[in-house]
């Protein structure tokens, strides 16, 4: 049995479906579907059950002994999120159990992490996961720190000698595909603005108030969730590699080469404007994310990362422009 916590959103729904395909087996969705269409994320897949979160640890105490893995990815993930409360409580306390409770049965643990640990990047995107390293990042809203604070947990629990038979944290940069509709307005920038493209309106991105980069040319480390789960599932094959790890490119592009590759995935010609960016976000504004890969090379992963525009290419013409968005 693999179980997947956050397993019907957009990263953990196209894992379950890469799970089904590679490994089989029961894989159990641990998730809140709510009142909109989250639910379709998960319709097309062959689950052996779907647990409210508030369940999960009688659920795993019922079947101690069958969890061969278990991939946590709920969270509370709103960078806009203020009650720093509900944060800890998800976000911290949460894992901190889910941690000792696989260190005792022996279970496997892969648990997602964020690149928005680095804050404002002044102290770089080195997956350095010592102690030290750790200890240089500053993040800068509740969500990133929540998730800092528990990396820096793991590794201490870790160095004690209290972990998981495996266990490995993933920084996720900017990640984009299939399933992730239910965001709002934390979606990808190419889910937000292919429609509108596709409706004859012009692409729209923020001005730049950083003299170093161009309107349109803020750099962000932009990463096809496909990839996301190859790694996911090399992982899985792979129970020697522990620590946490960046999961991007290495790669950095610009908001406007996105926004040329939703154009030319839909056959028009560019046309891009450029908005003022709100007040209330310019003084905490990244420029630049870019993901040192080399932690996870050297771990032994193999395969290449979906350049930019094959991956909007994939997901605009197999998704987003189809009858069925879903995975």
């Not at 404007?273 to 993901?291: C, G, K, V």
Request: glycine share 8%.
């Amino acid at each position: 049995m693999i179980i997947v916590t956050g397993g019907a959103g957009f990263i953990g729904s196209n894992l379950v479906a890469g799970l089904e395909e590679a490994v089989g087996g029961d894989i159990v969705v641990v998730d809140r579907l709510g009142t909109d269409d989250k639910w379709r994320n998960v319709a097309k897949r062959d689950l052996a059950a779907i647990v409210p979160p508030e369940d999960i640890f009688a659920f795993l105490d019922d079947h101690r002994g069958d969890v061969e893995a278990i991939f946590h990815l709920g969270a509370i993930s709103a960078t806009t999120e203020r009650d720093a409360d509900l944060i800890v409580r998800e976000n911290i306390a949460l894992p901190t159990k889910l941690w000792h409770w696989c260190a005792e049965t022996r279970t496997r643990l892969i648990y997602a992490s964020s690149a928005a640990t680095y804050g404002d990047g002044d102290a770089g995107f080195d997956d350095d996961d010592s102690a030290a390293g750790l200890s240089r990042l500053r993040p800068m809203n509740a969500y990133g720190w929540s998730k800092h604070a528990f990396d820096r947990q793991a590794v201490k629990l870790a160095a004690a000698g209290v972990h998981p038979p495996q266990w490995v944290g993933l920084k996720f940069f900017n990640v984009y595909g299939p399933n992730e509709y239910h965001k709002g307005t934390m979606k990808s920038v190419v889910a937000q603005i292919t429609p509108k493209i596709a409706a004859g309106e012009p692409a729209k991105l923020f001005t730049s108030h950083h003299p170093d980069y161009p309107d349109g040319g803020q750099l962000r480390d932009f990463v096809y969730v496909d990839d996301c789960v190859r790694v996911m599932l090399w992982l899985l094959e792979s129970p020697k590699v522990n620590g946490i790890f960046n999961l991007g490119t290495g790669s950095a592009r610009s908001f406007a080469d996105l926004a040329r590759a939703v154009f030319s995935a839909l056959g028009q010609e560019e046309r891009i404007e450029f908005i003022d960016m709100p007040e209330a976000i310019r003084d905490r504004y990244q420029y630049f994310t870019q993901a040192r890969m080399d932690r996870l090379r050297e771990a032994g992963y193999p395969d290449q990362f979906t350049t930019l525009e094959e991956g909007v290419r994939r997901y605009v013409k197999g998704f987003l422009t189809s009858d069925d968005p879903y995975r």
